[in-house]
């Protein structure tokens, strides 16, 4: 009898029959690892204004630490918080005019001059909006939130109107120049309407009035 006859035959490579692979035991093991990560979607990134809202807070808790004597978020109001605003004005790129500036109230001035540089009103007002949001999100109450201060509302009235008089911009310019082109829109589609009823002919020439007045209103809305 053969002695090898009880021992189970190597595979011939030059056989073409595939033998047992050592790799597949690793790479079914490693399927259900591959499943998971196929499965499971990267959490997107944040958007801008979250980054930008977790950079303003940030800052904030910094200039707290390093207030003196160091404040506290639970002892914070609306004066630290205008306190905030204005240490930010040493950061500021916009050219705010005093008084006794040539180019007070112009929007344009011909030459440089000596005036301070501030933040912008719309910077500083769109600052508070986000803080405002990141101390509700951080486990503040909304009715002790210092950025919603009726003081805090005060100081960006004052800086709005302060600013405008001094770089020549009217800030709710394009505002009022809105509601008078709804209104003129409203008083148009009202008249129309009317005149469609009380017309004595047919429906046909009712329709043709409004359908010209609205035609009208949509002219004059576009110029």
């Known amino acids: 009898m053969d002695s090898t006859s009880g021992r189970a ?5 030059n056989s073409g029959e595939p033998g047992p692979s050592a790799g597949s035991s690793s790479v079914s093991a490693s399927l259900p ?8 979607s990267p959490p997107a990134p944040p958007s801008r204004y979250e980054s930008q809202k977790r950079r303003d807070w940030n800052t904030f808790l910094q ?14 109001s609306g004066a630290h918080v ?4 204005k240490y930010l004005d040493q950061f500021g790129k916009t050219k705010v005019h005093i008084t006794g500036c040539p180019y007070f109230g112009h929007q344009n001035p011909p030459a440089p001059c000596s005036c301070p540089l501030k933040q912008a009103w719309g910077s500083l007002d769109a600052l508070i909006g986000r803080l405002r949001a990141a101390y509700e999100e951080n486990g503040g109450r909304p009715e002790s939130n210092p950025f919603g201060a009726r003081a805090v509302r005060i100081y960006l009235r004052e800086v709005r109107e302060g600013q405008a008089k001094a770089r020549g911009i009217p800030y709710e310019k394009k505002k009022r120049k809105r509601s008078n082109v709804a209104v003129a829109a409203v008083n148009v589609s009202v008249e129309g309407a009317g005149g469609g009823s009380t017309s ?24």
């Open 63 to 76: 200039y707290l630490k390093n207030h003196k004597p160091p404040l506290t978020l639970a002892r914070c």
């Open 200 to 223: 004595g002919g047919g429906e046909g020439s009712g329709d043709a009035d409004s359908s010209a007045a609205a035609s009208s209103a949509a002219a004059t809305t576009t110029v």
């Open 33 to 40: 690892q591959q499943q998971q990560l196929e499965g499971s």
């Open 9 to 13: 035959s190597a595979p011939d490579p």
């Open 82 to 85: 205008i306190e905030f605003l």
